[in-house]
């Protein structure tokens, strides 16, 4: 039996209000162009040799893996963020690390962390880094709000 791999995928984001914190939660989904596909979430692993593309439309259902931070608030006026952050390695025959972090808080501190905790993840593997790309997103809570930040895998 073989195992397909992902070999691109593409970053997106989005923060939403809803009338309950999941439909808040879905209405990111939506705003980042994921939201009518099944998120199969990951452990943050990118394939060698993934390569990145411009967001796209994917099929209606798919099961579509994804690294995500998501965070969700029914406090008004409170500042959520949500981000995501890929290490590159030179060698690209060698995975890449993807890092996921969401709080309370401008998207600028969740991104900085984040970026920081990929960085510390490839010194720990010992890999030589070629760059961090990274994406972020925040949102001023009304009722109920949601922060969302997503690395999609996918197949060419």
């Not at 691109?8 to 939403?16: A, L, P, T």
């Not at 808040?24 to 593309?53: T, Y």
């Not at 209606?60 to 890929?86: C, D, H, N």
């Not at 960085?119 to 961090?132: D, N, V």
Request: hydrophobic share 40%; proline share 8%.
């Amino acid at each position: 039996m073989s195992t397909r791999i992902p070999d691109i995928y593409f970053m997106v984001s989005g923060s939403s209000e809803g009338f309950m914190p999941l439909n808040a939660f879905d209405n990111s989904l939506m705003a980042g162009g994921i939201g009518d596909v099944n998120l199969v979430r990951l452990s943050s692993i990118l394939p060698p040799s993934c390569k990145q593309v411009d967001p796209f439309g994917l099929p209606y259902g798919s099961l579509v893996p994804t690294a995500y931070a998501a965070i969700s608030s029914s406090t008004p006026g409170e500042i959520i963020s949500a981000a995501v952050a890929i290490a590159i390695p030179e060698d690209p025959t060698l995975p890449g690390l993807i890092m996921e972090h969401s709080g309370l808080g401008p998207k600028e501190a969740v991104e900085q962390c984040v970026r920081e905790m990929a960085e510390a993840g490839f010194r720990r593997r010992e890999r030589a880094l070629k760059e961090i790309k990274s994406i972020s997103t925040q949102h001023t809570v009304v009722k109920h709000g949601n922060a969302l930040a997503a690395v999609v895998l996918w197949y060419s």
